[in-house]
């Protein structure tokens, strides 16, 4: 079993429309973590992170962690055609710049 | 800034040819961190590094594998004796020292082995 679980999708909304993405765990030493967007063929760059539980809001994207149940989730209001991406959850322990373990990546589509 | 510089952006070899990767991390940044990716699958962590102590090894990383990063500057990561099963994205990532969690990634090096 892996550590980190995602769910590949492929996802498709319409535009305007809420996204909700997730992810859980298993390992309880993780403290930080992060949401990743990689356009096809790119690396990854990073869009949020949050330390411990809680929630942090940037612009249309709301990440939320729960620590209690092991689950994570990133949300995205008003979705646009440019949101089209693989969005990556990836944790680290405790000094937050440690090798960080990857989810296999949710594949979003947001038709126009 | 010029963010993480990798290169080649893309590179094909036959089976059993040795390669060799390098990145270039954002200047100020003493960690530097090597992450392979396959088609469909989030990266693995490879290995990382403090200035130039390589300070873990994924079980990942088999003996036909070294990286290095003398000086503390640029990295360089080599396979010996390619297999097809080594084919994949190899991803360079760089980030401040302690207390900073922002690592940022380069475009990748796009390995095919025929």
């Known amino acids: 079993q892996k550590e980190v679980e995602q769910d590949p999708g492929p996802l498709s909304v319409p535009e305007g429309a809420i996204v909700s993405l997730n992810c859980t765990y298993s390992n309880s030493a993780f403290q930080y973590f992060m949401w990743y967007r990689q356009y096809s063929r790119k690396g990854p760059e990073l869009l949020m992170y949050?330390?411990?539980?809680g929630n942090k809001e940037d612009g249309r994207f709301t990440a939320q962690v729960d620590k209690s149940s092991k689950y994570i989730s990133l949300f995205i209001r008003d979705s646009q055609p440019s949101d089209s991406a693989t969005y990556l959850c990836a944790m680290s322990g405790l000094e937050g710049n440690e090798k960080l373990t990857f989810g296999t990546g949710t594949r979003l589509t947001i038709i126009p | 800034d010029t963010g993480v510089s990798q290169n080649p952006r893309h590179k094909i070899t036959k089976r059993g040819q040795n390669v060799t990767f390098r990145c270039d991390p954002i200047s100020e940044h003493n960690r530097l961190y090597w992450y392979r990716q396959t088609l469909g699958q989030g990266p693995e962590f490879l290995t990382y590094f403090q200035n130039e102590a390589q300070l873990e090894k994924s079980r990942l990383l088999s003996d036909r594998f070294s990286a290095e990063r003398p000086k503390g500057s640029f990295s360089t990561l080599e396979i010996q004796r390619t297999e097809q099963g080594d084919s994949a994205m190899y991803l360079c990532a760089s980030s401040r020292d302690r207390g900073y969690t922002e690592a940022f990634f380069g475009q990748g090096t796009r390995l095919t082995v025929v």
């Open positions: 949050t330390y411990s539980s």
